[in-house]
């Protein structure tokens, strides 16, 4: 699959995983009036995610090592769902109408869910 292909079903996937989880999550919202309007919404959304993910996400693990260790692992919910919310700070800040009403439980269940929707998605999608 092509560089530009894989990055434009992964882009659709994580889009589709965000209006999932604003359908099934309470206190996940997507306040647009136009279908137009929400796809273009969680397509910026779902960019702004990876950008969080790609630049934090290895920064945290290196510096958090030790309490990853220290909890099995299960520190990584914690560090998700606060990345998940500052995807929707930032969203906000950029004018968005995506919004995330807090930590636990919205931020912590809607990283969890992008996660395995995603992860699923690319399991059935990434045919070579």
Known sequence: MGFLKGLLIRLGGTALAFWLATLLIPGITLDTGS?????VTLVLVAVIFGVVNAVLQ?????????????????????????????????????????????????????ALFVGVVTWLLGALLDRD
């Open 35 to 39: 279908a137009t309007d929400a796809v």
């Open 58 to 110: 290895p920064i945290i693990k290196t510096v958090g090592c030790g309490f990853y260790l220290l909890t099995l692992g299960l520190i990584a919910l914690v560090v998700n769902g606060l990345l998940f919310l500052l995807t929707s700070w930032i969203a906000g800040e950029a004018g968005l109408p995506f919004h995330v009403d807090g930590f636990w439980p919205e931020a912590v269940l809607g």
